[in-house]
């Protein structure tokens, strides 16, 4: 059963997924620190004095310079200017390449130049997770985790930094962590399905054990019905918006983006997670929906055009993946889509076909008002 693969009951799992977020935070925040270092040991200097002081910076700011006078794809240089933001311009390394070519040195070359900081997608990425981290940690009401002191006397102390990251975020991805499964399956998915898989999770104890760690559910979207009891058993609940579980799964995506991150594979032996993950859960998608039974669902999901460029949480999600979105309108036991598809769905049916995508995460609900309901689903599973 998959809940016995889910301790999402067991509070010394819990201390076990926290601390295993603030090995990402102390990740994150080496990298930053070291980052901090290189800035502050080139100080205003120029390229030449550095050189002549420490021929590390020789790597790090022209490793893999070729002969064509362009570095190469798997660079050192490339790597810090590129991923880490530390460098030289791209003006000033085409004037010291001419310089190169008429025979002058490297150091004379560079005199005049210094290398600059700037921010990078990988950094703006890595500094939008600290804070989530640090706001977990907030709510958790636990301070943050000390680093250490850095040191730069390597030339690939940045490459290793970042390696080490790569790892940390990787046991964090719902393929090798259970709890981040869990919180992907919450996000927003039917309460019939959630009480069918984990039979105790609605539990007065176990909802008092994840409300310690921040994970709390709300209604997001509820059928028009008139018994209470089946409006409810109908509901769609998810992770209450700015809590601690909502922020983990941001924190969860974020961890794909940094395996989609445009370079990173030309310095890492890495694969696009979110792709794997998708290609592993096809297949019991594929077997667990009906598609004739629900062709009315089906239909009206697939004749909406592609949305947002084909991107779901900003991660890329690549062919035969593509991304659908639908708005409706409740209406008594119907949804009515707002534009395209014309005919009324069964709001049973709907999310009959929308619990196992939302549960494995390939979908998500959210309540635009009162009536109003916004999908996006993930498909492509279906042609698999």
């Excluded at 009315?296 to 697939?302: H, I």
Aim: glycine share 6%; with cysteine.
């Amino acid at each position: 059963m998959i809940e016995d693969r889910m301790p999402y009951h067991d509070e010394k799992e819990w201390e076990e997924y926290v601390a295993k977020l603030s090995d990402l935070y102390l990740k994150i925040e080496e990298v930053f620190r070291l980052r901090d270092k290189l800035l502050e040991e080139a100080g205003d200097r120029t390229v030449d004095a550095l050189i002549r002081e420490n021929k590390i910076w020789e790597y790090v700011l022209f490793g893999g310079l070729n002969e064509k006078g362009y570095i190469e794809e798997n660079g050192l240089a490339r790597f810090y200017s590129e991923i880490l933001g530390f460098g030289i311009s791209e003006d000033d390394l085409k004037r010291i390449v001419s310089y190169l070519k008429e025979g002058i040195d490297i150091e004379s070359a560079s005199s005049n130049v210094t290398p600059k900081l700037r921010g990078t997608e990988f950094t703006k990425l890595i500094a939008s997770m600290k804070k989530k981290l640090m706001g977990i940690f907030d709510a958790l009401e636990r301070e943050p985790p000390k680093t250490s002191e850095v040191s730069f006397s390597s030339p690939v102390a940045g490459v290793k930094a970042v390696a080490e990251l790569l790892s940390v975020a990787k046991q964090l991805l719902p393929l090798h962590n259970p709890l981040s499964m869990f919180i992907i399956s919450i996000r927003s998915t039917p309460r019939f399905y959630l009480e069918g898989i984990y039979t105790r999770l609605f539990t007065d104890e176990v909802q008092e054990l994840l409300s310690k760690y921040g994970i709390s559910l709300r209604d997001i979207v509820s059928p028009d019905l008139p018994l209470e009891q089946e409006k409810k058993k109908r509901t769609v609940v998810g992770l209450e918006p700015r809590t601690v579980g909502h922020r983990i799964y941001e924190v969860i995506f974020d961890c794909y983006q940094l395996f989609q991150i445009r370079g990173m594979e030309n310095f890492f032996r890495i694969e696009d997670e979110f792709e794997k993950y998708l290609v592993v859960y096809s297949e019991r998608l594929k077997n667990t929906i009906p598609l004739d039974e629900l062709k009315d669902v089906y239909g009206a999901l697939t004749s909406i055009g592609y949305s947002y460029g084909n991107r779901f949480n900003s991660l890329v999600v690549q062919q035969p993946f593509r991304v659908y979105e639908i708005d409706t309108q409740i209406s008594g036991g119907y949804l009515r889509p707002k534009s395209g598809w014309q005919k009324e769905l069964s709001y049973t049916e709907f999310i009959a076909f929308i619990a196992p995508l939302s549960f494995c995460g390939f979908a998500t609900l959210d309540r635009a008002s009162e009536k109003e309901v916004k999908c996006r689903v993930i498909m492509g599973w279906d042609k698999k």
